[in-house]
């Protein structure tokens, strides 16, 4: 499943290609999305130019002069740059057509992902306003989270993968982060400290920006935005490695359930 950092990835390697270029039309094989796609997309886009390619929590933000085009790539979406005479795949729904001879592609075999629009004018979209802040962003730090946690007794793990404390801390980078902040997935969120939660919220900044680097995590199902894949699976520390020897007190990494997704800790380094 595409995560923050495969997102963050597309938009830059797609941002270059599209920024800037008029879009001549848009060609819809399969409407049938995890929500239709509008039909007044190929009313508002044609004649039009992305002035900025935006990311907010999972969802990429292409702006034009009459509003936003909000993508969300689901578990199996991709968007990629094609040469507009390249023959579609099977999955490949929605192309937008620019003026450069290439194609901006969606291609979803799925079909949870989405394409949206906001028209100017109309304010923020209601999927975005609930969002907690940008685990990258200014607004994001250890005092948010020990804020936050007061008096909640729910896993810590859950707490961080909530989209409406922070956004994107999805299940392998929360797995990594708090192993690398020492603390046990399970401990109740409301009982940390405000240190431990700065040594936390640090930890889940390294292991996203690291991810973002290497251009994201999921060698299979993902593509960059110019079709190379991401490398950053073989750094991982404990997340699929569950019965394999901790990278740092050489015991025997364990995995278990939590929040019905699985989980992999050091019972010894972490509590
Ligand atoms: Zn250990």
Same mark, same amino acid.
Request: glycine share 18%; net charge positive.
């Given at each position: 499943m595409p995560e923050l950092p495969e997102v963050e990835t597309t938009r830059r390697g797609v941002s270059p290609h599209v920024l800037q270029r008029k879009i001549l039309r848009i060609v819809v094989r399969e409407p049938r999305l995890r929500w239709p796609v509008p039909e007044s997309l190929g009313e508002a886009l044609p004649g039009q130019r992305f002035t900025s390619v935006g990311r907010r929590a999972k969802y990429l933000l #292409?702006?034009?002069?009459?509003?936003?085009?909000?993508?969300h790539l689901g578990m199996s979406g991709s968007l990629r740059i094609a040469p507009a005479?390249?023959?579609?795949?099977?999955?490949?729904?929605?192309?937008l057509v620019f003026d450069n001879g290439k194609v901006l592609r969606y291609t979803d075999p799925r079909r949870f992902g989405s394409l949206l629009w906001q028209p100017a004018g109309a304010g923020e979209h209601p999927l975005l306003r609930d969002l907690g802040p940008e685990p990258l962003g200014g607004n994001f730090d250890g005092e948010l989270l020990y804020r936050k946690s007061r008096g909640r007794r729910t896993a810590v793990k859950p707490f961080i993968m909530d989209s409406r404390i922070v956004v994107g801390v999805g299940n392998i980078y929360a797995c990594e982060a708090l192993f690398l902040a020492g603390i046990h997935p399970a401990r109740a969120c409301g009982r940390i400290s405000a240190?431990?939660?700065?040594?936390?919220?640090?930890?889940?900044?390294?292991?996203l920006g690291k991810a973002i680097?290497?251009?994201?995590?999921?060698?299979?199902? #993902?593509?960059?935005?110019?079709?190379r894949p991401g490398y950053f699976r073989q750094q991982l520390h404990v997340y699929g490695r569950g019965g394999e020897e901790c990278p740092h007190c050489r015991g025997s990494l364990r995995e278990r359930r939590l929040g019905q997704r699985a989980t992999v800790f050091c019972p010894a380094c972490q509590r």
């Open positions: #292409f702006e034009c002069s009459r509003g936003v085009l909000l993508a005479e390249e023959p579609p795949g099977k999955h490949a729904h929605v192309d240190p431990r939660y700065r040594r936390l919220a640090g930890a889940i900044r390294a292991v680097g290497a251009g994201g995590t999921t060698l299979r199902d #993902f593509s960059g935005g110019e079709g």
